[in-house]
């Protein structure tokens, strides 16, 4: 099945600077590639997506990247602010729908 | 649009009991719900997935007699967890596609889960 792995585990920035977390996936036939932000305590809310047919979707201050062939995606947060801080997943999903979820980065923004 | 709603939300259950977590799609017809796992500062783990009109698919190391899941309607799916106990405790959160063909998803809003 499919493996996600997703680094760093914890990361702190200043605020302001930017933030950058990195994914990869094992099933080449994974083509959709979501990021979740979950606060404490609540359920994890989707910031942004990318399929297979794209390498790079940006909305405001967040982009992520895609590279099939190295199968690795990154998030990117550029600008951070403290609301910024929470726990974020990257996910890989293939045909059948499901999707497997990295361990999860801590992102902490010091004010 | 797309909400899915789940409860409870929080439950607190003595051990052995049995607990029942609903997820209800509000504006859409699910007819895939997955459901996840999360302990404290972990990820979530895909425990099963249940389809409407047939048995739910569950993944390795899952036991279906323990976490029983049914999906009466293209707008609810239930998960119980039967017999708890202590080491059930966790955040349960279902996900159904938004739409079969592009794959968003929505999260319901978890239930907490503790067992004593």
């Known amino acids: 099945g499919e493996n996600v792995e997703q680094h760093p585990s914890t990361l702190s920035v200043q605020e302001g600077d930017s933030a950058v977390i990195k994914c990869t996936y094992s099933d080449s036939a994974s083509n959709y590639f979501p990021w979740y932000k979950q606060e404490l305590g609540k359920r994890p809310q989707l910031i942004i997506d990318i399929r297979s047919n794209v390498g790079e979707k940006k909305d405001q201050r967040i982009a992520v990247t895609l590279n099939k062939t190295a199968k690795h995606f990154s998030l990117h947060i550029t600008e951070t602010q403290p609301e910024d801080s929470a726990v974020y997943f990257c996910?890989?999903?293939?045909?059948?729908?499901?999707?497997?979820f990295g361990d999860g980065t801590t992102l902490t923004v010091k004010p | 649009g797309a909400v899915v709603s789940q409860h409870p939300s929080r439950v607190i259950c003595k051990s052995g009991t049995s607990v029942k977590i609903e997820c209800r799609s509000l504006d859409f017809q699910a007819t895939t719900m997955f459901w996840y796992r999360q302990f404290p500062k972990q990820s979530l783990m895909l425990m099963a997935t249940?389809?409407?009109?047939?048995?739910?698919?569950?993944e390795q190391g899952v036991e279906k007699d323990k976490f029983l899941i049914n999906h009466a309607s293209l707008t609810l799916s239930t998960l119980t967890v039967t017999s708890a106990h202590p080491e059930d405790s966790s955040f349960y959160i279902c996900?159904?596609?938004?739409?079969?063909?592009?794959?968003?998803?929505?999260f319901g809003s978890g239930t907490r889960l503790t067992v004593v």
């Open positions: 249940s389809n409407e009109g047939s048995k739910a698919t569950y």
């Open positions: 996900s159904a596609p938004r739409h079969q063909s592009n794959y968003g998803y929505t």
């Open positions: 996910a890989a999903s293939g045909g059948a729908g499901k999707s497997t």
